[in-house]
């Protein structure tokens, strides 16, 4: 009857335990040794009681295969997704890992009745997907069921690996500052004559500077000792400098962020390194600082880059003129070529009603001048649109496009297909990427490719032209390589790179039509979309094209 009085409340007990609780009171637990709650032993109810009303992580292992219960506060030990839930499995199923290590402990405290305690142990344990190393303060204590028996085993634990780590942190810290404030001080404080001759091997300005400090706060620096490169920069001998405040040579320093970061150098004990332009006491100089903490005092010793600074400045203002330069030029191209298109083309019609006109008057050799008049007209018509392509190919769009290579060969073949047509060209390609770029000038690109390809042709077979992607990869940076390929007349090697020049030509224009504009135009392009154009060749033998756009 008592037994049953005091189960009467195991739910009441249970209830407002949190989640723990809930799993005990749900859990089947007739398939163990336990069996029901209704027939658990008094002293394990008032246990597991005590145990999931804490605040503190607390663990319980019971009865012969040693069932495992916890509280809420323990559940994070056990990971976000590792061995929770354990309530009601065997302790050696749970801790496989660690079974070798606690397994004996729990037997000890079991058989002697002797609470045991461990103070920051590693175990690692299996959670969160992963073997951590987890470190733990814990003690095992028996437990005791209703005969005074010990039943089990009581684990109060904390993990503190958190703790743990950030000690052997700053073990690790103290113990590298240490070493290296040892090492200093041996190698630079053995006496003030070999310390000179020691800083005297420095190349750079040094000096060794000692706080001037006044109601707790540092107020100015004074000169311990100079090496002669600093001597020599300062213009004043290290006799002069020690001992005197380095506010009495350069006053502004105080003005400028040299005098705060050294002493920020001092009180911290961290090492700094800054640029500094000290545009004060009548001077204007850049430095890159550095400065050290050394004992009682601090090393500093800086690089003079004013001459470097004074070089780029003078590059980035040629830079800046040179873009104007170059913007002024390219409109002054457009603006020139597009008023000439106007007298070119009034030129064309003239020299056609004239020549309408007097036809049937006008001897051979006058007809012939007629004909070399629009022949002119036409060379000129033709440099001035190109000159004018040239000029809309260097102003660079704002944003670039995904462009499908295989549709702008589609659309180049088809704005050429009567040239393709009445020379019969035979163009294969294979699948081509899709490149991040202009849509335009992209086009422009493989339209003039693929046309010097045609005029290019050998008179003794059908032009032929192979267009073929592949990776480039050359400099580390993804790259599509694009090959044209095609079995024309060729050049000499030698002129590879000549040929991409504003009006360059490699053949008479009585042989072959054209400005000289078109492949300096596909170097532009091939430019604005950073990327890289080769040009291959042999007399006689065909050229191949290689040109790579960024992936």
């Not at 003079?304 to 030029?329: A, G, P």
């Amino acid at each position: 009857m008592e037994s049953a009085t005091v189960h009467t409340g195991v739910k009441t007990i249970f209830n407002n335990s949190g989640e723990a609780g809930e799993l005990i009171l749900t859990y089947d637990w007739s398939g163990t040794v336990i069996g029901p709650i209704d027939n658990w032993p008094t002293s394990l109810v008032i246990t597991l009681g005590n145990i999931l009303h804490s605040s503190f992580p607390m663990f319980l292992f019971w009865g012969d295969d040693l069932l495992c219960f916890y509280n809420d506060a323990y559940r994070p030990s056990l990971g976000i997704d590792g061995k929770h839930p354990a309530i009601g499995r065997k302790g050696s199923d749970i801790w496989p890992e660690i079974w070798d290590f606690i397994g004996p402990i729990i037997s000890q405290v079991m058989t002697t009745g002797k609470a045991v305690w461990f103070e920051d142990q590693l175990l690692p344990i299996y959670r969160n997907g992963n073997l951590e190393e987890v470190y733990w303060t814990f003690s095992y204590s028996p437990a005791f069921g209703d005969d005074y028996i010990i039943c089990g085993v009581l684990v109060t634990c904390m993990e503190t690996t958190q703790a743990v780590l950030g000690r052997q942190h700053i073990a690790e810290i103290v113990e590298q500052r240490t070493v290296e404030l040892k090492n200093a001080q041996y190698s630079l404080l053995q006496a003030n004559h070999y310390l000179q001759n020691i800083i005297n091997l420095f190349q750079e300005p040094l000096q060794v500077l000692e706080p001037i400090v006044e109601n707790g706060e540092i107020i100015d620096f004074c000169f311990k000792i100079t090496n002669n490169a600093y001597s020599a920069y300062a213009n004043v001998t290290p006799a002069d400098l020690q001992n005197k405040k380095v506010s009495e040579f350069f006053p502004g320093y105080f003005q400028t962020s040299s005098f705060v970061k050294v002493a920020e150098v001092f009180t911290s004990g961290v090492a700094n390194t800054w640029d500094l332009h000290y545009n004060v006491d009548g001077l204007d100089l850049h430095n890159r600082m550095s400065a050290t903490k050394l004992d009682t005092e601090v090393v500093v010793h800086f690089t003079d880059f004013t001459e470097v600074m004074r070089l780029q400045q003078e590059l980035e203002s040629k830079i800046t003129e040179l873009e104007r330069s170059n913007q002024h030029l390219e409109e002054f191209v457009h603006a020139a070529s597009h008023d000439l298109k106007e007298p070119i083309r009034k030129i064309l019609v003239f020299n056609t009603v004239l020549k309408n006109q007097l036809t049937n008057r006008l001897q051979e050799s006058e007809l012939a001048t007629f004909e070399r008049i629009e022949k002119a007209s036409h060379r000129m018509e033709s440099l001035i649109n190109d000159l004018l392509l040239f000029s809309h190919v260097s102003q660079v769009p704002h944003e670039k496009e995904d462009i499908d290579l295989n549709e702008t060969i589609k659309q180049v073949m088809e704005d050429l297909d009567l040239d393709i047509q009445q020379k019969q060209v035979i163009i294969k390609t294979n699948t081509l990427p899709v490149v991040k770029g202009y849509r335009r000038q992209l086009q422009q690109l493989f339209q003039n490719l693929i046309s010097n390809s045609i005029k290019y042709g050998h008179s003794e077979r059908q032009v032929e032209i192979v267009i073929t992607a592949g990776p480039g990869n050359d400099t580390g940076q993804k790259l599509h390589l694009i090959e044209i390929a095609d079995n024309g007349i060729g050049f000499e090697q030698h002129y590879a790179d000549k040929i991409f020049q504003m009006f360059t030509r490699l053949h008479g224009k009585s042989e072959y039509s054209g400005s000289g504009v078109g492949l300096a135009i596909v170097k532009k392009v091939i430019e604005n979309h950073k990327g890289a154009i080769i040009a291959e060749s042999k007399p006689g033998h065909g050229s191949t094209f290689k040109v790579m756009l960024p992936a």
